[in-house]
């Protein structure tokens, strides 16, 4: 599956992110850019696209769009895919927080609205919310059912990657599971978007939406030995 196109960038915006450190990762493996990665959108990078647009028959305007999208992510390594796409996933699950008053909670299979961004869930659940965002970042079902409308906590849990606790998550590519039900399966899951340092605490910050109120944010220390934390490639 294409990696998605997220947003037009082009120098002087003050772009900066994640989407941002894929495309100068891309175009330091072409040989095209010397300087660090700074997930910066300026002059240099701009420059550096206005190259990669002049060797690919389009206008050399230094602009990410959609046409040097088009282009730029068939160059794309793995590793730089994933950034990229874990960067929507982010980016996407945070401006859902946005439309929470809109959002309500229903449980309904086959899911509905999995159209990609900007198609903001009406109603939907936990789960459905997880795949919604994964389908705008255009990451593999995190069911393992090729988006065809089904799933749940359960089916999620058993696919992707198990890792040790939640320090080891990676932001916009695991999920967190937590609750249990009377035969041990998931209750909930929630998108784990970023962490930050508090004193000596690290916070773990988690997009998730299992109530009426539509989604809601959470910023707090987990424990580790009651969290089931999973990461998509």
């Known amino acids: 599956m294409a990696v998605p196109f997220a947003r037009q960038l082009k120098k002087g ?8 450190r894929a495309i100068q990762r891309t175009l330091k493996e072409l040989d095209i850019r010397k300087a660090p990665i700074t997930g910066h959108y300026g002059k240099g990078t701009a420059n550096q696209i206005k190259h990669f647009q002049a060797h690919h028959g389009l206008v050399a305007d230094g602009v990410y769009g959609y046409n040097t999208h088009g282009k730029f992510v068939k160059e794309m ?13 982010q980016r996407v699950a945070m401006l859902g927080v946005g439309y929470a008053p809109s959002i309500h909670y229903l449980q309904q299979r086959p899911m509905q609205d999995m159209a990609p961004w900007p198609n903001i869930p009406e109603y939907c659940d936990c789960s459905e919310f997880a795949t919604w965002t994964f389908k705008c970042a255009g990451f593999k079902d995190p069911n393992g059912l090729d988006y065809n409308g089904y799933g749940n906590t359960y089916t999620m849990v058993s696919e992707g990657r198990k890792v040790g606790s939640i320090r080891d998550a ?3 590519r695991s999920l967190v599971f937590y609750g249990r039900t009377s035969w041990g399966a998931p209750t909930h899951v ?44």
Request: charged share 25%; proline share 3%; net charge positive.
């Open 13 to 20: 915006q003050h772009k900066v992110g994640g989407d941002v």
């Open 77 to 89: 390594k793995h590793d730089s895919r994933l950034i990229y796409k874990a960067y929507i996933v």
């Open 170 to 172: 990676v932001p916009g």
């Open 190 to 233: 929630a998108i784990y978007v970023s962490h930050h340092q508090k004193l000596v605490f690290k916070r773990y910050a988690v997009v998730s939406h299992g109530s009426e109120g539509g989604p809601f944010f959470l910023d707090y220390r987990y424990r580790h030995d009651i969290h089931s934390i999973r990461v998509y490639e």
